[in-house]
């Protein structure tokens, strides 16, 4: 019955914005770590950000090259996380994906910031994907 939902995805050009949501049922996100990953076609799935659980401070990550574009965010009222994502460039384009991890486990978060290897996920949540493209 757990069940993790992305949207807001789009076709936009560089350097507009998009943000993208990620709500949950079955579960309390506010109590997992939760991670946004993407994938392009014929590329491996890669980590973009993650947010900590709430009792694990709320601490926020984000892989290098989205730094100061992309911000992540909970609404705990609403049991969602979302990503905003400026200044989009052709190569932010792919199959965005939102991951929970119970927390205090914080693997996810490691992934994303590449302290070990997306192998290493286990007993997570995924969500379906929501597609994003950047192209003029």
């Known amino acids: 019955q757990v069940q993790l939902v992305e949207s807001g995805g789009g076709l936009v050009q560089p350097g507009d914005s998009l943000r993208l949501s990620c709500g949950g049922s079955g579960l309390t996100l506010e109590n997992y770590a939760v991670g946004w990953f993407r994938q392009a076609p014929g590329k491996q799935r890669e980590g973009v950000s993650c947010i900590s659980s709430t009792t694990s401070d709320g601490t926020t990550y984000y892989e290098e090259s989205v730094k100061g574009r992309f911000t992540i965010s909970r609404d705990n009222a609403k049991n969602t996380v979302y990503l905003q994502m400026d200044s989009l460039k052709p190569e932010d384009s792919g199959v965005y994906y939102c991951?929970?991890?119970?927390?205090?486990?914080?693997?996810?978060?490691?992934?994303?910031?590449?302290?070990?290897?997306?192998?290493?996920?286990?007993?997570?949540?995924w969500g379906q994907g929501t597609q994003v493209t950047v192209a003029s």
């Open positions: 991951v929970a991890e119970k927390g205090p486990s914080i693997v996810v978060c490691a992934v994303v910031v590449g302290y070990t290897a997306i192998d290493n996920l286990d007993d997570v949540f």
